[in-house]
């Protein structure tokens, strides 16, 4: 697909910033379909950490340069409406009751939250989004160093030379025992990797990093640590970690606040007060590819009246490219509800799967468990039969 690239000198007539400090390469498409607000599921995002595969920046670039042009045109109009209502101050509750006009507010300041999985990941797209801001804007970034010390500390530089080294093919390097697409992912302090939350807030000519939650224009989290444009980037990495914390997530945005937390009742817009939110917010879900449980999201929670745009891609699979064929077999258990899926689920394991692992000779048998919480209740079982096993998941400790 072909990309354009806007310099400083150039603009994008769908754009709203002024400048640039550098080339930023976007595609029309992805540009075009983040400015419609509609609803994107976009499952064939390139991912930067596999190795031999040129990261998609495109798709992160147009999120980034969409949300500031979010951010920024909504701060304008309320600097504007607020410079007009203070030139009159005894008419300013008729100004407006009398017109749409000045009706710019949420419930709260936040306009975008932006969801990823990692710091690691966390630290390229604020680091991407400082970048991409205009100039004008970002005359000083404050905590900037707090920044960089809790999301980019010298054991992620250690992990990046080890990296360059192994992709470089040098063979007096120490061979890493981690692949590379570890090595990519994780970095810093890795007990804490996937628990943040911090503020961003845009001045006349700052960016504050450490914000006030309730003060800030752009949330950045994990769903693990916890508006009108969400943004859920590496969804399939998320998947890998706990899926039902993005969806606890979800379905608490844009419900009417139980404290006013400083904001102008009389500005706030109608579709708000009528607890029409959710289906103004626009949501933009990125991956590498999908499955149920982001389709699901999608599907559910995803309710913009502009409407929705899903991206559809054709997997080849890699079965016939396995050497020694595997035969496969899928099992089907009966259960009366979806609600009690999970119990038959895990009753059908211990009643007629179990039995067979244990009564086999062969040994080698893995257990892959997509749900944390069924992971934590097969290992209670398995531990409740004195059962020889052990253990490969997110919270597991090696010790060497």
């Known amino acids: 697909m072909a990309g354009v690239v806007y310099t400083r000198k150039e603009r994008c007539p769908e754009l709203y910033l002024l400048a640039w400090d550098s080339e930023i390469t976007v595609t029309n498409s992805d540009m075009s379909r983040c400015n419609s607000y509609?609803?994107?599921?976009?499952?064939?995002?390139?991912?930067?950490?596999?190795?031999?595969?040129?990261?998609?920046?495109?798709?992160?670039?147009?999120?980034?340069?969409?949300?500031?042009?979010?951010?920024?045109?909504?701060?304008?109009?309320?600097?504007?409406?607020?410079?007009?209502?203070?030139?009159?101050?005894?008419?300013?509750?008729?100004?407006?009751?009398?017109?749409?006009?000045?009706?710019?507010?949420g419930f709260t300041r936040p306009k975008v939250l932006i969801l990823l999985p990692l710091r690691r990941i966390a630290l390229r797209v604020v680091q991407r989004l400082i970048q991409l801001t205009p100039s004008a804007y970002k005359v000083n970034v404050d905590h900037i160093d707090r920044f960089l010390k809790e999301f980019g500390t010298q054991e992620v530089e250690d992990d990046e030379d080890e990296l360059s080294q192994q992709t470089q093919g040098n063979s007096k390097a120490k061979k890493s025992s981690k692949p590379s697409d570890f090595l990519e992912l994780f970095g810093?302090?890795?007990?804490?990797?996937?628990?943040?939350?911090?503020?961003?807030?845009?001045?006349?000519?700052?960016?504050?990093?450490?914000?006030d939650f309730y003060s800030s224009d752009v949330i950045v989290a994990s769903p693990v640590r916890l508006i009108a444009v969400l943004i859920i980037d590496h969804a399939d990495v998320i998947a890998m970690q706990n899926w039902s914390h993005?969806?606890?997530?979800?379905?608490?945005?844009?419900?009417?606040?139980?404290?006013?937390?400083?904001?102008?009742?009389?500005?706030?817009?109608?579709?708000?007060?009528?607890?029409?939110?959710?289906?103004?917010?626009?949501?933009?879900?990125?991956?590498?590819?999908?499955?149920?449980?982001?389709?699901?999201?999608?599907?559910?929670?995803?309710?913009?009246?502009?409407?929705?745009?899903?991206?559809?891609?054709?997997?080849?699979?890699?079965?016939?490219?396995?050497?020694?064929?595997?035969?496969?077999?899928?099992?089907?258990?009966?259960?009366?509800?979806?609600?009690?899926?999970?119990?038959?689920?895990?009753?059908?394991?211990?009643?007629?799967?179990?039995?067979?692992?244990?009564?086999?000779?062969?040994?080698?048998?893995?257990?892959?468990i997509s749900s944390y919480f069924e992971f934590v209740r097969i290992r209670n079982f398995l531990k409740s039969q004195e059962a020889s096993f052990c253990l490969l998941g997110e919270f597991v400790v090696f010790r060497i």
């Open 38 to 105: 509609r609803d994107i599921l976009h499952c064939n995002k390139k991912p930067f950490y596999l190795k031999g595969r040129e990261e998609d920046s495109s798709i992160t670039d147009a999120y980034i340069i969409h949300s500031l042009n979010h951010v920024l045109k909504i701060r304008d109009l309320v600097t504007k409406n607020d410079t007009k209502l203070a030139k009159h101050p005894e008419s300013a509750d008729n100004e407006i009751l009398n017109g749409d006009s000045f009706l710019d507010h």
């Open 246 to 368: 993005v969806n606890t997530v979800v379905e608490q945005l844009n419900h009417i606040p139980s404290k006013q937390h400083g904001t102008d009742v009389m500005r706030i817009r109608p579709w708000y007060l009528d607890g029409y939110a959710k289906f103004y917010r626009q949501s933009i879900i990125l991956g590498y590819y999908s499955n149920p449980d982001i389709n699901a999201l999608f599907n559910r929670h995803c309710s913009n009246y502009q409407g929705k745009v899903k991206l559809v891609c054709e997997y080849k699979g890699v079965l016939p490219k396995v050497i020694l064929q595997v035969l496969q077999i899928y099992e089907r258990f009966d259960v009366d509800s979806i609600a009690d899926a999970d119990d038959a689920r895990f009753d059908y394991f211990v009643k007629k799967v179990f039995p067979k692992i244990k009564d086999s000779v062969q040994g080698g048998t893995m257990l892959f």
């Open 188 to 211: 810093g302090k890795r007990d804490e990797e996937d628990h943040f939350m911090f503020g961003i807030k845009f001045t006349r000519k700052s960016i504050k990093l450490y914000s």
